[in-house]
């Protein structure tokens, strides 16, 4: 796919205006993190990418076409969810192809791309096993492989990692990263959390009460905040 471009997109709920009018460019192949304290509108946002949500104003473009003019099964955007949203009665291998099997895609092709995934994921050993019985971060890899198998032109993450303890973020941030270097699709990923942010993305875009802040690598953030909350936030010495 080529580029998501956000042209004056905004968002209400009721009265309350959550996203004042923004734009926004996303490359094809860029790892963009939105990064913003609880509650600034990173899921709100992403979800208006995806679809799950319309924009009260604006235009959402996936390839210079109005995203409303194309299903949001349709969009080629595969959001990642944290690993709860497993079903638990499923092995790893039913709950990885499932997408495959409601998109009715026949079962040479599922068995296929479902023992990639899970190479790609280290799942082969763990694929007859249920959820209930891996590792968090094994259940996030099958999150993610069910993400992979429908190979989507982009992958929205929100915060995969936020019920992980502290030393399986590390190891899945970096297994993300990865995974983004081999398969050079597009990534946006939500977070709250600094560190993810400047470590994983190319791109950050620093959110607050619904406002894009500054939109640069982490290193332009670092060495030039545009303001104090970008400074504050990031941790540089503005
Ligand atoms: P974040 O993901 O950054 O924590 P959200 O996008 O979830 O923030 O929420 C942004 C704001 O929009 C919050 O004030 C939240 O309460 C509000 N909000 C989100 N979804 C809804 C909804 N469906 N109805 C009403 N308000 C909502
Ligand atoms: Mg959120």
Do not use: W
């Not at 280290?122 to 069910?146: C, F, H, K, M, W």
């Not at 297994?175 to 977070?191: A, Q």
């Amino acid at each position: 796919m080529g580029q998501i471009q956000l042209n004056q997109v905004s968002k209400s709920f009721g009265p309350v205006e959550v996203i004042p009018p923004l734009d926004l460019t996303i490359e094809d192949g860029e790892f963009v993190v939105f990064v913003g304290p609880s509650g600034c509108g990173k899921s709100t946002l992403l979800r208006l990418i995806a679809g799950l949500e319309d924009v009260s104003g604006g235009h959402v473009l996936i390839d210079g076409r109005d995203a409303t003019e194309i299903v949001p099964a349709k969009r080629g955007l595969a959001m990642v969810f944290q690993s709860y949203a497993l079903y638990p009665h499923m092995s790893v291998r039913k709950n990885i192809a499932f997408p495959l099997r409601m998109a009715g895609l026949d079962k040479a092709e599922q068995d296929k791309r479902v023992t990639q995934a899970a190479e790609v994921l280290n799942l082969t050993d763990y694929l007859e096993r249920r959820p209930g019985q891996l590792s968090g971060g094994q259940r996030q890899r099958v999150a993610i492989g069910r993400a992979i198998v429908r190979e989507p032109a982009a992958f929205l993450f929100d915060e995969p990692l936020s019920n992980l303890d502290a030393a399986l973020r590390v190891g899945m941030r970096l297994e993300i990263s990865e995974l983004h270097k081999r398969l050079k699709t597009t990534m946006i990923y939500v977070t709250h959390d600094q560190v993810e942010a400047m470590t994983m993305a190319d791109k950050i875009v620093v959110l607050q009460a619904g406002v894009i802040e500054q939109v640069g690598s982490p290193l332009e953030l670092y060495q030039r905040p545009r303001n104090t909350f970008v400074a504050g936030f990031i941790g540089s010495p503005k």
